[in-house]
T-cell receptor
Framework: SQQGEEDPQALSIQEGENATMNCSYK?????LQWYRQNSGRGLVHLIL?????REKHSGRLRVTLDTSKKSSSLLITASRAADTASYFC??????????????FGDGTTLTVKP | DTGVSQDPRHKITKRGQNVTFRCDPI?????LYWYRQTLGQGPEFLTY????????KSRLLSDRFSAERPKGSFSTLEIQRTEQGDSAMYLC????????????FGPGTRLTVT
């Protein structure tokens, strides 16, 4: 089974609104990453947050991490139609040579209506 | 373009045939990963390499699957005696390693087994 689970599975909003996606995981992590996948294309790395960080920003993206609750959220502000994609969280739980191996959730499908 | 490339992009094969996919990572990246993704799900880890060494192979990977990374450059993933259940998108990713874990994904190879 997957380590991470995204919530909701699907989200539909109007352009300009904010979108929030959540990720819960089961075991302790070294870091958590968020990726975007446009329909039929490869994944694009968005942001990485380490286990000792609580919040990180990148442009219109804001990621939070609560290790006590084993959860993370991705906020996209002022959404655009081009943000329409699937968003995945990926957790890195390995140590030593296993560090860097990521386990992905099943994603949140975001639709931004113009 | 110096991103991750995969070849072929699409492969249709008959059940029982062998197929081989190739991945060329970003040149300075030490780590190379293979994932499998089916519709509506996140990528499932298959195996990964640090240079030419195969560090881990998922329990999902039966003996019909084998991967190599000779000389620590490109990698091949071979599936022998393909089954309809092997139909999926096969994704390759690479990362710098050495504490830098962001993965850069290729466009994937879509396999259809008829």
């Amino acid at each position: 089974s997957q380590q991470g689970e995204e919530d909701p599975q699907a989200l539909s909003i109007q352009e300009g609104e904010n979108a929030t996606m959540n990720c819960s995981y089961k075991t302790s992590i070294n870091n958590l990453q968020w990726y975007r996948q446009n329909s039929g294309r490869g994944l694009v790395h968005l942001i990485l947050i380490r286990s000792n960080e609580r919040e990180k920003h990148s442009g219109r993206l804001r990621v939070t991490l609560d290790t006590s609750k084993k959860s993370s959220s991705l906020l996209i502000t002022a959404s655009r139609a081009a943000d329409t994609a699937s968003y995945f969280c990926a957790t890195d739980t390995g140590g030593g040579t296993n560090a860097g191996k990521s386990t992905f959730g099943d994603g949140t499908t975001l639709t931004v209506k113009p | 373009d110096t991103g991750v490339s995969q070849d072929p992009r699409h492969k249709i094969t008959k059940r029982g045939q062998n197929v081989t996919f190739r991945c060329d990572p970003i040149s300075e990246h030490n780590r190379l990963y293979w994932y499998r993704q089916t519709l509506g799900q996140g990528p499932e880890f298959l195996t990964y390499f640090q240079n030419e060494a195969q560090l881990e192979k998922s329990r999902l990977l039966s003996d019909r699957f084998s991967a190599e990374r000779p000389k620590g450059s490109f990698s091949t993933l071979e599936i022998q005696r393909t089954e309809q259940g092997d139909s999926a998108m096969y994704l390759c990713a690479s990362s710098l390693g050495s504490g830098t874990y962001e993965q850069y994904f290729g466009p994937g190879t879509r396999l259809t087994v008829t």
